[in-house]
Structure formats: C-alpha cells, structure tokens
C-alpha cells in the first residue's frame, strides 16, 4: 500500500520561500508520475506541477511558473516543491499525488494527506 506524507508546510510572509517535501512508502515510485495539486478555501482542488518519472519533463500551472520547483530523488522516494515568491494567493492545503494521470492536471492514483501552506501580506 502507497502512503505519501508531506511535509514542509507553514507560514510565512509574502516574497517569502518554502520547501514542500513528500515522502513515498510502500514501493518505489521511480516509474510513476509524480505531482502536487492545492485546493484554498472554498475553492476546487487545482493542479500545481508534475513531473516524469525519469524528471526530466515538468509542467506547471501558469500562476506559478518562473516561482515553483518540483524536483524528485528516486534513490529517496521523495518529491519536492520549491515554492519562491510567494503571494496570498497561494494559501492553500498542498497535496502530494503519484500516478501517470497527473501530467492530465485532473487525477491521481495516489495522495496524500496534504500540509497546510499559510502566506501572509
């Protein structure tokens, strides 16, 4: 069974900086697509950014290009988001998801259960 636990979340002021992580156990994620998606206050659930599971193609929502990162370590099962620049709009829960539907934005086959990310002005 795949757990994926994230980690990193917080508060923090605008134009500031956080480093999501998520850890996958269970079995290696090396040949999965891995993603993030956030869903804010009385808002859908909105992709974020995914990456290949070889990491070398990525894609991201266009409100976070040229501010996030998402990177993996496949030797530590681990996915990450570097998130620079960081607005009020970007207040959300975060969620770690796996599975080759992420690059379609819309599903997953895994999850997890999501950190809290707090910006304030």
């Known amino acids: 069974q795949v757990q994926l636990v994230e980690s990193g979340g917080g508060l923090v002021q605008a134009g500031g900086s956080l480093r999501l992580s998520c850890a996958a156990s269970g079995r290696t994620m090396s040949s999965t697509h891995m993603g993030w998606f956030r869903q804010a206050p009385g808002k859908e659930r909105e992709f974020v950014a995914a990456?290949?599971?070889?990491?070398?193609?990525?894609s991201y929502v266009n409100s976070v290009k040229g501010r996030f990162t998402i990177s993996r370590d496949n030797t530590k099962n681990t996915v990450y988001l570097q998130m620079n620049s960081l607005k009020p709009e970007d207040t959300a829960v975060y969620y770690c998801a796996g599975g080759n539907l992420v690059f379609q934005r819309v599903a997953a086959d895994y999850w997890g259960q999501g950190t809290q990310v707090t910006v304030s002005s």
């Open positions: 990456i290949s599971a070889s990491g070398d193609v990525t």
